[in-house]
């Protein structure tokens, strides 16, 4: 479904990702873990037009989505959230997960004016399918909060809700579940494997290690920028490289 190829970024000369390849299948959850620094970030955002890789290419469905901007890679069907929250602070908590909704509430001003009825009954179609998300994250009762004055975990699941609202086929989660409490995180946890079970194609970035065990089909590790293993998890986990490179000084730092 996602394929990258040669991938590589810079930043000023110095490489973030170097020659990164490797292909998210469809229906399937592929978790990318790896040190901090190591450039998970780096390739979502290259992923998703954010960023544009320095080299390399992306595919999503076999065609090339390299060079489109955010919105057109949005377009496609293609969901995110960030690792640094990016929410609309003075917008309510149900106006931030209706902008997971904008491809498709897109109207022109002459079709707002000839189609009135039709247009409102969209709108609160939108509005009920947005009420459902945050229903899904437990959010219900804070839809007309200002979503700037929300506590951390609250605001991470609102945009979980935003990048899920919209039933995207692939979407990127940049470690969801860091930051949260135990019982938020159980929570986020069960959405994944629910939304994993409705066949959705994920990529997600977690330092979680219990979740990527029990949630990813496949595991791509990165270090230093470079993609130096790829497997289930199981074989990561027994893969000497990654133990060295990541477990093993995960654990020394902890
Ligand atoms: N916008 C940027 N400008 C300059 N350097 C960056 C930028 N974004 C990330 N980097 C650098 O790229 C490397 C990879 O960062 P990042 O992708 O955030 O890693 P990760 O998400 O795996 O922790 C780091 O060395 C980081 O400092
Ligand atoms: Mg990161």
């Not at 955002?45 to 954010?50: A, D, E, I, K």
């Not at 640094?84 to 707002?112: H, I, Q, W, Y």
Request: hydrophobic share 45%; net charge neutral; proline share 5%.
């Amino acid at each position: 479904m996602l394929k990258l190829e040669n991938v590589s970024k810079n930043f000023g000369g110095l490489p973030a990702l170097s020659d990164v390849s490797f292909e998210v299948p469809q229906g399937l959850v592929t978790a990318l873990i790896g040190p901090n620094g190591a450039g998970k970030s780096t390739l979502i955002n290259c992923t998703t037009g954010v960023l544009q890789p320095s080299k390399g290419t992306v595919s999503f469905q076999q065609k090339k989505i390299t060079a489109l901007p955010a919105h057109q890679v949005a377009r496609l069907g293609i969901a995110r959230t960030f690792q640094n929250l990016k929410l609309f602070p003075r917008l309510t908590v149900l106006d931030n997960v209706l902008t997971g909704l904008t491809c498709e509430g897109g109207s022109s001003m002459l079709m707002a004016m000839l189609r009135l009825p039709y247009l409102r009954h969209r709108e609160r179609q939108l509005k009920l399918r947005a009420m459902e998300a945050l229903d899904r994250f437990s959010l219900s009762d804070k839809a007309d909060w200002p979503a700037g004055i929300l506590a951390y975990g609250d605001k991470k699941r609102v945009e979980l809700a935003r990048a899920t609202v919209s039933q995207p086929d692939l979407l990127l989660l940049d470690e969801p579940v860091a930051g949260l409490n135990a019982e938020e995180t159980a929570e986020v946890g069960e959405q994944l494997r629910l939304l994993r079970s409705a066949g959705h194609t994920m990529l997600l970035v977690e330092h979680d290690m219990d979740l990527v065990m029990e949630i990813a089909d496949q595991v791509v590790v990165l270090d230093s920028g470079k993609c130096i293993a790829t497997g289930t998890p199981e074989e990561v986990r027994r893969n000497p490289l990654v133990l060295e490179a990541y477990l093993g000084r995960m654990e020394a730092t902890a």
